[in-house]
T-cell receptor, first 113, second 110 residues
């Protein structure tokens, strides 16, 4: 039973398209995150939600919009995709903000062509 | 200065070797420290938390030096299955923000 699941696993799309990535956790955690890992393998936080409330919004283009319908779900919508958006996007959750032991999803590998 | 800095490696070691990874962090107010492991094309997974007094989990020992803002991970008796990238992680200035280092790649050879 997957603890943090992301869909899709792979996403290949053309520049200018709009796409969404979905994330769900069944751990009962209060906090969820989106991280981006670029081609240089640098893992950087984008957003964090605690009980459906946005608590971290790093310097990310406003083409990226997170949505948390409930504390078990955190989706990421990306408008007008650019080549530089190609990366692996990881969803994660923890019992509290910055709590011990983030659990990561298996990642969504986004390729913009 | 980067928030979390690590030697990128790669470290190529034979089975059975002892290997040490180092990490420095810039935020002196950081309170939480971790080592994560990431296998190729997989998600990061928590290896161990790092406590002020140092802690050990089997073949793995983590140390923290707050004065020098330095964290280390020692792996004894390396196994082939230890081959992975090891990420040093420190809590950032925003609540709930964990800052990941770029990772140190370890390759254990037979």
């Amino acid at each position: 039973d997957t603890a943090v699941s992301q869909t899709p696993k792979y996403l290949v799309t053309q520049m200018g398209n709009d796409k969404s990535i979905k994330c769900e956790q069944n751990l009962g955690h209060d906090t969820m995150y989106w991280y981006k890992q670029d081609s240089k393998k640098f893992l950087k936080i984008m957003f964090s939600y605690n009980n459906k409330e946005l608590i971290i919004n790093e310097t990310v283009p406003n083409r990226f919009s997170p949505k948390s319908p409930d504390k078990a779900h955190l989706n990421l919508h990306i408008n007008s995709l650019e080549l530089g958006d190609s990366a692996v996007y990881f969803c994660a959750s923890s019992d509290s903000p910055g709590g011990v032991g983030y659990t990561f999803g298996s990642g969504t590998r986004l390729t913009v062509v | 200065r980067k928030e979390v800095e690590q030697d990128p490696g790669p470290f190529n070691v034979p089975e059975g070797a002892t290997v040490a990874f180092n990490c420095t962090y810039s935020n002196s107010a950081s309170q939480s420290f971790f080592w994560y492991r990431q296998d190729c094309r997989k998600e990061p997974k928590l290896l161990m938390s790092v406590y002020s007094s140092g802690n050990e989990d089997g073949r793995f020992t983590a140390q923290l030096n707050r004065a020098s803002q330095y964290i280390s991970l020692l792996i004894r008796d390396s196994k082939l299955s230890d081959s992975a990238t090891y990420l040093c992680v420190v809590n950032g200035r925003s609540q709930g923000n964990l800052i990941f280092g770029k990772g140190t790649k370890l390759s254990v050879k037979p």
